[in-house]
Protein backbone atom coordinates (compact mmCIF):
# COMPACT_ATOMS: atom_id res chain seq x y z
CA UNK A 1 0.00 0.00 0.00
CA UNK A 2 2.62 2.60 0.86
CA UNK A 3 4.23 2.81 -2.57
CA UNK A 4 1.25 2.57 -4.27
CA UNK A 5 0.24 5.11 -6.99
CA UNK A 6 -2.33 7.75 -6.18
CA UNK A 7 -4.47 5.91 -9.35
CA UNK A 8 -3.72 2.56 -7.66
CA UNK A 9 -5.01 3.76 -4.08
CA UNK A 10 -8.22 5.54 -5.76
CA UNK A 11 -8.27 2.13 -7.43
CA UNK A 12 -8.41 -0.13 -4.08
CA UNK A 13 -10.36 2.32 -2.25
CA UNK A 14 -13.29 2.35 -5.15
CA UNK A 15 -13.19 -1.79 -5.29
CA UNK A 16 -13.46 -1.62 -1.86
CA UNK A 17 -10.49 -3.67 -1.29
CA UNK A 18 -9.42 -0.95 1.60
CA UNK A 19 -11.45 1.54 3.30
CA UNK A 20 -10.27 5.11 3.66
CA UNK A 21 -10.38 4.97 7.67
CA UNK A 22 -7.96 1.82 6.84
CA UNK A 23 -5.56 3.89 4.90
CA UNK A 24 -5.74 6.80 7.09
CA UNK A 25 -4.69 4.98 10.05
CA UNK A 26 -2.24 3.05 8.30
CA UNK A 27 -0.41 6.32 7.76
CA UNK A 28 -1.17 7.83 11.14
CA UNK A 29 0.60 4.44 12.77
CA UNK A 30 3.23 5.42 10.47
CA UNK A 31 3.50 8.82 11.25
CA UNK A 32 3.73 8.04 15.12
CA UNK A 33 6.32 5.76 14.66
CA UNK A 34 8.71 7.25 12.35
CA UNK A 35 7.70 11.41 12.74
CA UNK A 36 9.58 11.71 16.29
CA UNK A 37 12.54 10.99 14.52
CA UNK A 38 12.36 13.17 11.09
CA UNK A 39 9.90 15.85 12.85
CA UNK A 40 7.94 16.07 9.14
CA UNK A 41 4.91 16.91 10.62
CA UNK A 42 3.88 20.47 12.74
CA UNK A 43 0.58 19.27 13.29
CA UNK A 44 -1.46 15.98 13.39
CA UNK A 45 -5.25 15.60 14.29
CA UNK A 46 -6.31 12.24 13.84
CA UNK A 47 -9.57 12.53 15.06
CA UNK A 48 -10.18 15.00 12.24
CA UNK A 49 -8.66 12.85 9.22
CA UNK A 50 -10.35 9.83 10.68
CA UNK A 51 -13.98 11.78 10.29
CA UNK A 52 -12.55 12.94 7.10
CA UNK A 53 -12.01 9.34 6.26
CA UNK A 54 -15.50 8.08 7.31
CA UNK A 55 -17.19 10.82 5.28
CA UNK A 56 -15.05 9.66 2.74
CA UNK A 57 -15.43 5.83 2.95
CA UNK A 58 -19.59 7.13 3.02
CA UNK A 59 -18.62 8.68 -0.54
CA UNK A 60 -17.76 5.83 -1.80
CA UNK A 61 -20.53 3.69 -0.80
CA UNK A 62 -22.57 5.56 -2.38
CA UNK A 63 -20.32 5.81 -5.95
CA UNK A 64 -19.85 9.36 -5.93
CA UNK A 65 -16.11 9.03 -5.62
CA UNK A 66 -13.71 11.03 -7.51
CA UNK A 67 -9.67 10.29 -8.35
CA UNK A 68 -8.79 11.34 -4.73
CA UNK A 69 -11.70 10.39 -2.68
CA UNK A 70 -10.45 8.83 0.58
CA UNK A 71 -6.91 9.34 -0.27
CA UNK A 72 -4.66 10.55 2.62
CA UNK A 73 -2.29 13.74 1.41
CA UNK A 74 -0.04 16.07 4.23
CA UNK A 75 -0.41 20.23 3.60
CA UNK A 76 2.42 21.67 4.02
CA UNK A 77 1.49 24.30 6.95
CA UNK A 78 1.79 27.49 4.77
CA UNK A 79 -2.09 26.78 4.10
CA UNK A 80 -4.63 28.12 6.26
CA UNK A 81 -6.82 24.88 7.30
CA UNK A 82 -9.77 25.51 9.12
CA UNK A 83 -10.00 24.15 12.83
CA UNK A 84 -6.47 23.55 12.47
CA UNK A 85 -3.37 25.05 14.08
CA UNK A 86 -1.98 27.08 10.92
CA UNK A 87 2.16 28.32 11.79
CA UNK A 88 3.98 28.67 8.90
CA UNK A 89 6.77 27.15 10.68
CA UNK A 90 6.68 30.53 13.38
CA UNK A 91 6.64 31.22 16.72
CA UNK A 92 4.93 34.10 15.52
CA UNK A 93 1.95 32.24 14.52
CA UNK A 94 2.14 29.27 17.53
CA UNK A 95 -1.37 29.75 18.39
CA UNK A 96 -3.15 30.75 15.26
CA UNK A 97 -6.17 28.35 14.32
CA UNK A 98 -7.31 29.24 11.04
CA UNK A 99 -11.00 30.13 10.79
CA UNK A 100 -10.94 29.37 7.26
CA UNK A 101 -9.41 27.51 4.19
CA UNK A 102 -7.02 28.33 1.51
CA UNK A 103 -8.16 27.58 -1.80
CA UNK A 104 -6.07 24.77 -2.20
CA UNK A 105 -7.46 23.05 0.83
CA UNK A 106 -11.21 23.60 0.05
CA UNK A 107 -9.94 22.13 -3.34
CA UNK A 108 -8.73 18.92 -1.86
CA UNK A 109 -11.68 18.67 0.53
CA UNK A 110 -14.00 19.12 -2.38
CA UNK A 111 -12.14 15.98 -4.19
CA UNK A 112 -12.66 13.87 -0.69
CA UNK A 113 -9.21 13.79 -0.06
CA UNK A 114 -7.91 13.55 3.68
CA UNK A 115 -6.03 16.08 4.87
CA UNK A 116 -3.27 13.70 7.71
CA UNK A 117 -0.95 16.39 8.95
CA UNK A 118 0.64 20.43 8.44
CA UNK A 119 3.99 19.55 7.20
CA UNK A 120 7.22 21.63 8.28
CA UNK A 121 8.72 24.09 6.73
CA UNK A 122 11.28 27.12 6.96
CA UNK A 123 10.27 30.17 8.96
CA UNK A 124 7.47 31.97 6.17
CA UNK A 125 9.12 30.25 3.47
CA UNK A 126 12.33 31.54 3.77
CA UNK A 127 15.18 28.66 3.47
CA UNK A 128 16.58 25.87 1.52
CA UNK A 129 17.47 23.47 4.23
CA UNK A 130 14.55 23.45 6.68
CA UNK A 131 16.71 24.62 9.51
CA UNK A 132 14.95 27.94 10.01
CA UNK A 133 11.64 26.61 11.19
CA UNK A 134 10.77 27.01 14.91
CA UNK A 135 9.42 23.87 14.76
CA UNK A 136 13.13 22.39 14.69
CA UNK A 137 14.67 20.82 11.92
CA UNK A 138 13.07 18.21 9.70
CA UNK A 139 15.70 15.10 8.51
CA UNK A 140 16.47 13.89 5.50
CA UNK A 141 14.91 10.63 5.27
CA UNK A 142 17.83 9.11 3.04
CA UNK A 143 20.18 10.45 6.08
CA UNK A 144 19.29 11.78 8.77
CA UNK A 145 22.60 13.80 9.32
CA UNK A 146 21.33 15.71 6.03
CA UNK A 147 18.84 18.29 5.48
CA UNK A 148 16.15 17.73 3.17
CA UNK A 149 16.08 21.18 1.52
CA UNK A 150 13.27 24.08 1.90
CA UNK A 151 11.53 25.35 2.56
CA UNK A 152 8.97 22.38 1.88
CA UNK A 153 11.22 19.92 3.59
CA UNK A 154 8.67 18.70 5.46
CA UNK A 155 6.42 17.74 2.60
CA UNK A 156 9.39 16.10 0.94
CA UNK A 157 10.28 14.34 3.58
CA UNK A 158 6.96 12.60 4.53
CA UNK A 159 6.52 12.06 1.03
CA UNK A 160 9.82 10.11 0.69
CA UNK A 161 9.45 8.19 3.60
CA UNK A 162 5.64 7.36 2.79
CA UNK A 163 4.12 8.83 5.46
CA UNK A 164 1.29 10.50 3.06
CA UNK A 165 0.55 9.22 -0.34
CA UNK A 166 1.04 12.73 -1.18
CA UNK A 167 1.54 16.49 -0.26
CA UNK A 168 1.23 20.27 -1.31
CA UNK A 169 4.24 22.54 -1.14
CA UNK A 170 4.60 26.10 -2.42
CA UNK A 171 7.98 27.17 -4.38
CA UNK A 172 8.91 31.17 -4.39
CA UNK A 173 12.04 30.37 -5.34
CA UNK A 174 13.38 26.77 -5.58
CA UNK A 175 11.23 25.36 -2.27
CA UNK A 176 9.33 22.47 -4.65
CA UNK A 177 11.93 21.38 -6.46
CA UNK A 178 15.17 21.77 -4.10
CA UNK A 179 13.42 19.27 -1.72
CA UNK A 180 12.05 17.37 -4.14
CA UNK A 181 15.44 16.89 -5.63
CA UNK A 182 17.47 16.48 -2.06
CA UNK A 183 14.56 13.74 -1.02
CA UNK A 184 14.26 11.86 -4.22
CA UNK A 185 10.68 12.83 -5.28
CA UNK A 186 9.20 14.65 -8.07
CA UNK A 187 7.52 17.95 -7.59
CA UNK A 188 5.88 20.71 -9.79
CA UNK A 189 5.88 24.40 -9.56
CA UNK A 190 2.90 25.33 -11.91
CA UNK A 191 3.07 28.50 -13.79
CA UNK A 192 2.63 31.97 -11.41
CA UNK A 193 -1.84 32.03 -11.10
CA UNK A 194 -2.49 28.66 -11.96
CA UNK A 195 -3.49 27.84 -8.65
CA UNK A 196 -4.78 30.20 -6.43
CA UNK A 197 -2.87 31.57 -3.50
CA UNK A 198 -5.70 32.48 -1.05
CA UNK A 199 -5.44 31.70 2.64
CA UNK A 200 -1.74 30.70 1.25
CA UNK A 201 0.23 32.86 4.24
CA UNK A 202 2.01 35.32 1.97
CA UNK A 203 6.32 35.60 1.86
CA UNK A 204 6.99 37.17 -1.94
CA UNK A 205 3.48 37.60 -3.91
CA UNK A 206 4.85 37.78 -6.67
CA UNK A 207 7.26 34.74 -6.90
CA UNK A 208 4.83 32.64 -4.16
CA UNK A 209 3.06 29.66 -6.16
CA UNK A 210 1.54 26.04 -4.73
CA UNK A 211 1.97 22.88 -6.25
CA UNK A 212 2.22 19.12 -5.71
CA UNK A 213 4.75 17.06 -4.55
CA UNK A 214 4.52 12.77 -4.79
CA UNK A 215 6.39 10.07 -5.91
CA UNK A 216 5.80 10.31 -9.71
CA UNK A 217 4.78 12.22 -12.53
CA UNK A 218 1.75 10.53 -12.78
CA UNK A 219 0.49 11.52 -8.69
CA UNK A 220 1.59 15.18 -9.66
CA UNK A 221 -0.75 15.14 -12.72
CA UNK A 222 -3.83 13.40 -10.35
CA UNK A 223 -3.14 16.65 -8.14
CA UNK A 224 -2.92 19.70 -10.21
CA UNK A 225 -6.37 18.34 -11.98
CA UNK A 226 -7.66 19.38 -8.11
CA UNK A 227 -5.38 22.04 -7.29
CA UNK A 228 -5.43 24.82 -10.08
CA UNK A 229 -8.52 26.50 -11.37
CA UNK A 230 -9.63 30.13 -11.48
CA UNK A 231 -10.21 31.53 -8.14
CA UNK A 232 -11.67 35.31 -8.05
CA UNK A 233 -10.53 35.70 -4.16
CA UNK A 234 -6.85 35.73 -5.67
CA UNK A 235 -6.72 38.96 -8.11
CA UNK A 236 -3.17 37.13 -9.56
CA UNK A 237 -5.41 33.74 -10.13
CA UNK A 238 -5.82 33.38 -14.05
CA UNK A 239 -9.14 32.87 -15.56
CA UNK A 240 -8.98 29.59 -17.72
CA UNK A 241 -10.64 26.52 -18.26
CA UNK A 242 -10.20 23.55 -16.26
CA UNK A 243 -7.61 21.65 -17.72
CA UNK A 244 -6.72 17.77 -17.67
CA UNK A 245 -3.14 17.53 -16.64
CA UNK A 246 -3.03 13.58 -17.11
CA UNK A 247 -4.18 14.25 -20.87
CA UNK A 248 -0.63 13.79 -22.42
CA UNK A 249 0.63 11.25 -20.18
CA UNK A 250 1.51 8.50 -22.78
CA UNK A 251 2.40 10.50 -25.36
CA UNK A 252 6.25 9.38 -27.22
CA UNK A 253 8.64 11.78 -26.99
CA UNK A 254 9.60 11.23 -30.17
CA UNK A 255 10.98 15.04 -31.63
CA UNK A 256 10.86 16.71 -28.31
CA UNK A 257 13.31 19.26 -28.22
CA UNK A 258 15.15 19.64 -24.94
CA UNK A 259 17.03 23.05 -24.45
CA UNK A 260 20.27 22.89 -22.71
CA UNK A 261 20.62 26.27 -20.97
CA UNK A 262 24.95 26.15 -21.30
CA UNK A 263 24.96 28.47 -18.00
CA UNK A 264 23.27 25.90 -16.37
CA UNK A 265 26.49 23.25 -17.40
CA UNK A 266 29.30 26.02 -16.59
CA UNK A 267 31.09 25.91 -13.10
CA UNK A 268 29.27 25.39 -10.36
CA UNK A 269 27.52 22.39 -10.49
CA UNK A 270 28.99 18.92 -8.58
CA UNK A 271 30.46 16.61 -10.10
CA UNK A 272 28.23 14.04 -9.06
CA UNK A 273 24.93 15.80 -10.23
CA UNK A 274 26.39 17.03 -13.53
CA UNK A 275 27.16 12.80 -14.07
CA UNK A 276 23.52 11.84 -13.20
CA UNK A 277 21.75 14.70 -15.17
CA UNK A 278 24.00 14.22 -18.10
CA UNK A 279 22.74 10.38 -17.67
CA UNK A 280 18.85 11.47 -17.69
CA UNK A 281 19.72 13.52 -20.79
CA UNK A 282 21.08 10.36 -22.93
CA UNK A 283 17.89 8.93 -21.69
CA UNK A 284 15.71 10.85 -23.16
CA UNK A 285 18.09 10.84 -26.76
CA UNK A 286 16.95 7.18 -26.46
CA UNK A 287 13.63 8.12 -25.76
CA UNK A 288 13.32 10.27 -28.93
CA UNK A 289 13.87 13.65 -27.62
CA UNK A 290 16.70 16.11 -29.61
CA UNK A 291 19.46 18.44 -28.07
CA UNK A 292 19.73 22.03 -28.53
CA UNK A 293 22.52 24.24 -26.65
CA UNK A 294 20.64 27.35 -26.01
CA UNK A 295 21.60 30.35 -23.84
CA UNK A 296 19.41 32.16 -20.70
CA UNK A 297 22.20 35.01 -20.66
CA UNK A 298 20.76 36.96 -17.58
CA UNK A 299 19.79 33.87 -15.71
CA UNK A 300 23.41 34.59 -13.46
CA UNK A 301 21.47 37.68 -12.14
CA UNK A 302 18.86 35.79 -10.77
CA UNK A 303 20.08 35.67 -7.36
CA UNK A 304 21.20 38.56 -6.61
CA UNK A 305 17.75 40.06 -8.16
CA UNK A 306 15.67 37.61 -6.25
CA UNK A 307 17.13 38.66 -3.13
CA UNK A 308 16.16 42.10 -3.67
CA UNK A 309 12.58 41.46 -4.95
CA UNK A 310 11.45 38.90 -2.23
CA UNK A 311 12.65 40.52 1.28
CA UNK A 312 11.34 43.32 -0.49
CA UNK A 313 7.74 41.97 -0.91
CA UNK A 314 8.15 39.90 2.55
CA UNK A 315 9.15 43.25 4.43
CA UNK A 316 5.61 44.62 3.44
CA UNK A 317 3.94 40.93 3.76
CA UNK A 318 4.99 40.57 7.05
CA UNK A 319 4.21 44.02 8.29
CA UNK A 320 0.69 42.07 9.23
CA UNK A 321 2.08 40.46 12.11
CA UNK A 322 1.98 43.03 14.60
CA UNK A 323 0.88 40.88 17.72
CA UNK A 324 -2.66 42.83 17.32
CA UNK A 325 -4.74 41.10 15.15
CA UNK A 326 -3.10 37.00 15.64
CA UNK A 327 -0.15 35.36 16.43
CA UNK A 328 2.40 35.94 19.11
CA UNK A 329 2.33 39.02 21.47
CA UNK A 330 4.97 39.37 23.68
CA UNK A 331 3.76 39.14 27.40
CA UNK A 332 5.18 42.61 28.87
CA UNK A 333 5.48 46.17 27.03
CA UNK A 334 5.26 49.88 27.82
CA UNK A 335 2.81 50.94 24.84
CA UNK A 336 2.16 50.13 21.67
CA UNK A 337 5.33 50.84 19.90
CA UNK A 338 7.05 49.20 22.59
CA UNK A 339 4.46 46.01 21.99
CA UNK A 340 5.00 45.66 18.23
CA UNK A 341 8.68 46.05 18.41
CA UNK A 342 8.60 43.43 21.42
CA UNK A 343 5.83 40.67 19.38
CA UNK A 344 8.28 40.94 16.28
CA UNK A 345 12.04 40.90 17.72
CA UNK A 346 10.50 38.12 19.84
CA UNK A 347 8.18 36.34 17.41
CA UNK A 348 10.71 35.92 14.05
CA UNK A 349 13.57 34.02 14.03
CA UNK A 350 17.11 35.42 12.50
CA UNK A 351 16.28 34.59 8.90
CA UNK A 352 12.70 36.44 8.51
CA UNK A 353 14.23 38.99 10.52
CA UNK A 354 17.57 39.66 7.84
CA UNK A 355 15.18 39.67 5.17
CA UNK A 356 13.06 42.49 6.41
CA UNK A 357 15.47 44.24 6.79
CA UNK A 358 16.99 43.95 3.38
CA UNK A 359 13.72 44.48 2.10
CA UNK A 360 12.84 47.68 3.72
CA UNK A 361 16.02 48.69 2.92
CA UNK A 362 15.98 48.48 -0.68
CA UNK A 363 12.32 49.84 -0.45
CA UNK A 364 13.40 52.83 1.50
CA UNK A 365 13.85 56.53 -0.19
CA UNK A 366 16.67 56.65 -1.94
CA UNK A 367 17.42 53.18 -2.22
CA UNK A 368 14.27 52.35 -4.16
CA UNK A 369 15.68 53.55 -7.51
CA UNK A 370 19.00 51.90 -7.14
CA UNK A 371 18.29 48.26 -6.14
CA UNK A 372 14.41 47.66 -6.48
CA UNK A 373 13.68 49.10 -9.56
CA UNK A 374 16.61 47.85 -11.31
CA UNK A 375 16.07 45.04 -9.69
CA UNK A 376 12.52 45.08 -11.49
CA UNK A 377 14.13 45.47 -15.13
CA UNK A 378 16.43 42.45 -15.09
CA UNK A 379 13.35 40.53 -13.84
CA UNK A 380 11.92 41.02 -17.14
CA UNK A 381 15.27 40.47 -19.07
CA UNK A 382 15.64 36.98 -17.13
CA UNK A 383 11.92 36.47 -18.05
CA UNK A 384 12.86 37.42 -21.96
CA UNK A 385 15.60 34.74 -22.11
CA UNK A 386 13.02 32.09 -21.48
CA UNK A 387 10.71 33.35 -24.32
CA UNK A 388 14.18 33.48 -26.52
CA UNK A 389 14.83 30.35 -25.65
CA UNK A 390 11.80 28.84 -26.62
CA UNK A 391 11.61 29.67 -30.04
CA UNK A 392 13.94 26.55 -30.67
CA UNK A 393 12.88 23.96 -27.82
CA UNK A 394 10.11 22.74 -26.17
CA UNK A 395 11.10 21.97 -22.76
CA UNK A 396 14.58 23.18 -21.31
CA UNK A 397 16.61 20.57 -18.32
CA UNK A 398 19.07 21.14 -16.05
CA UNK A 399 20.32 20.57 -12.49
CA UNK A 400 17.60 21.17 -9.83
CA UNK A 401 20.17 21.73 -7.06
CA UNK A 402 24.10 22.07 -7.42
CA UNK A 403 24.60 19.41 -4.88
CA UNK A 404 22.96 16.58 -2.87
CA UNK A 405 21.73 16.83 0.17
CA UNK A 406 24.27 18.72 2.76
CA UNK A 407 24.59 18.33 6.26
CA UNK A 408 22.62 19.68 9.28
CA UNK A 409 24.43 22.84 10.22
CA UNK A 410 26.55 22.70 7.37
CA UNK A 411 25.42 26.27 6.27
CA UNK A 412 23.99 27.31 8.96
CA UNK A 413 26.25 30.71 9.54
CA UNK A 414 26.08 31.69 5.69
CA UNK A 415 23.76 32.89 4.78
CA UNK A 416 24.87 33.57 0.93
CA UNK A 417 26.18 29.80 0.45
CA UNK A 418 22.41 28.78 1.75
CA UNK A 419 21.15 31.44 -0.94
CA UNK A 420 23.00 30.10 -3.41
CA UNK A 421 21.29 26.52 -3.32
CA UNK A 422 18.37 27.68 -5.23
CA UNK A 423 20.81 29.11 -8.31
CA UNK A 424 19.32 26.70 -11.09
CA UNK A 425 15.35 27.47 -9.93
CA UNK A 426 14.81 31.38 -8.96
CA UNK A 427 15.42 32.68 -12.70
CA UNK A 428 11.56 29.94 -13.16
CA UNK A 429 10.14 32.25 -10.39
CA UNK A 430 10.83 35.38 -11.51
CA UNK A 431 10.04 34.35 -15.21
CA UNK A 432 6.80 33.00 -13.67
CA UNK A 433 7.53 30.06 -16.07
CA UNK A 434 6.35 26.24 -14.79
CA UNK A 435 9.25 24.41 -13.39
CA UNK A 436 9.64 20.77 -11.78
CA UNK A 437 12.03 18.41 -10.41
CA UNK A 438 12.61 14.32 -10.56
CA UNK A 439 14.69 12.20 -8.95
CA UNK A 440 17.43 11.05 -11.57
CA UNK A 441 19.97 8.93 -9.84
CA UNK A 442 22.40 9.19 -6.43
CA UNK A 443 25.10 11.25 -6.10
CA UNK A 444 27.64 11.80 -3.79
CA UNK A 445 27.10 9.59 -0.40
CA UNK A 446 24.18 7.80 -2.05
CA UNK A 447 21.84 10.89 -1.77
CA UNK A 448 19.36 11.54 -4.32
CA UNK A 449 20.14 13.99 -7.38
CA UNK A 450 16.66 15.93 -9.18
CA UNK A 451 16.50 16.60 -12.83
CA UNK A 452 15.16 19.66 -13.37
CA UNK A 453 12.60 19.96 -16.18
CA UNK A 454 11.61 23.86 -16.91
CA UNK A 455 8.28 24.25 -19.44
CA UNK A 456 6.67 27.47 -21.20
CA UNK A 457 3.95 28.80 -19.87
CA UNK A 458 0.93 26.80 -18.96
CA UNK A 459 3.24 23.70 -20.76
CA UNK A 460 1.98 21.93 -17.04
CA UNK A 461 0.64 18.91 -18.83
CA UNK A 462 3.54 18.48 -21.57
CA UNK A 463 6.07 18.92 -18.47
CA UNK A 464 4.17 15.86 -16.95
CA UNK A 465 4.36 14.01 -20.06
CA UNK A 466 8.36 14.15 -20.36
CA UNK A 467 8.53 13.45 -16.85
CA UNK A 468 6.18 10.39 -17.07
CA UNK A 469 7.78 9.11 -20.15
CA UNK A 470 11.55 8.95 -18.39
CA UNK A 471 9.83 7.52 -15.01
CA UNK A 472 8.21 5.05 -17.13
CA UNK A 473 11.73 4.19 -19.04
CA UNK A 474 14.12 4.01 -15.34
CA UNK A 475 13.18 3.33 -11.67
CA UNK A 476 14.73 6.08 -9.31
CA UNK A 477 11.17 7.44 -8.41
CA UNK A 478 10.15 4.44 -6.90
CA UNK A 479 13.73 4.05 -4.63
CA UNK A 480 12.89 3.99 -1.12
CA UNK A 481 15.05 5.51 1.38
CA UNK A 482 15.85 2.04 3.21
CA UNK A 483 15.66 1.21 6.79
CA UNK A 484 12.55 3.15 7.38
N1 LIG B 1 15.35 29.21 -0.68
C1 LIG B 1 14.69 30.37 -1.19
C2 LIG B 1 14.54 31.39 -0.09
O1 LIG B 1 15.05 31.18 0.94
C3 LIG B 1 13.36 30.00 -1.78
C4 LIG B 1 12.34 29.73 -0.77
C5 LIG B 1 11.00 29.41 -1.37
O2 LIG B 1 10.90 29.05 -2.54
N2 LIG B 1 9.97 29.57 -0.56
O3 LIG B 1 13.92 32.39 -0.24
Redesign the pocket.
Known sequence: MLNSSLQQLGSALRARKISSVELTQLYLDRIAKLNPQLNAYITLNPETSLAQARAADVRIAADSAEALTGIPFAQKDIFCAQGWLTTCGSKMLHNFVSPYDAHVISQFNDAGAINLGKTNM?EF????SNETSHYGTVKNPWDTARVPG???GGTAAAVAARLCAAATG???????R?PAALCGISGLKPTYGVVSRYGMIA??SS??QAGPMGRSAEDLALMMNVMAGFDERDSTSLQRDKEDYTRDLNKPLTGLRIGLPKEFFAEGMGADVAKAVEAAIAEYKKLGATIVEISLPNSKLSVPV??VL?PAEASSNLSRFDGVRYGYRAPEYSDLADMYEKSRAQGFGA?VKR?IMIGTYVLSHGYYDAYYLQAQKIRRLIAQDFIEAYKQCDVIMGPTSPSTAFKLGEKGDDPVQ??L??IY??AV?LAGLPGMSIPCGFGANNMPVGLQIIGNYFDEARMLNVAHQYQLATDWHSRAPHGL
Open positions: DAMGSGSSTDTGGSIQFALDYYAERMYSDTIN
